[in-house]
Nanobody, 120 residues
Framework: QVQLVESGGGLVQPGGSLRLSCAAS????????MGWYRQAPGKERELVAR???????NYADFVKGRFTLSRDSAKNTVYLQMDSLKPEDTAVYYC??????????????WGQGTPVTVSS
């Protein structure tokens, strides 16, 4: 069994910052990639940023220059530093991991989601 535990969401004013964390644990053999998606009310879930084990990352255009994704491979943890937040960044943010379990199966796993609200 694999668990993704997220933290760091909350309420912030426009222009402010938040840092999200996601730690993967359990029956993990290796991780291909981890990242963050978000889903705003009435909208589909969309990719925010993703980083591979090799260190390459990609960002959605709407966060480039404002959000930074980093990782601690030893801890199976990724961090999303969100700066210059805008009201349109308001959403539930979900951590995602593409990994192989100790039983040999490759799957995508999701965290429970952490809400981010940007409002004055």
């Amino acid at each position: 069994q694999v668990q993704l535990v997220e933290s760091g969401g909350g309420l912030v004013q426009p222009g402010g910052s938040l840092r999200l964390s996601c730690a993967a644990s359990g029956s993990i053999f290796s991780i291909y990639a981890m990242g963050w998606y978000r889903q705003a009310p009435g909208k589909e879930r969309e990719l925010v940023a993703r980083i591979t084990t090799g260190g390459s990352s990609n960002y959605a255009d709407f966060v480039k220059g404002r959000f930074t994704l980093s990782r601690d491979s030893a801890k199976n943890t990724v961090y999303l530093q969100m700066d210059s937040l805008k009201p349109e960044d308001t959403a539930v943010y979900y951590c995602n991991a593409d990994l192989i379990t100790q039983f040999g199966s490759r799957n995508y796993y999701w965290g429970q989601g952490t809400p981010v609200t940007v409002s004055s």
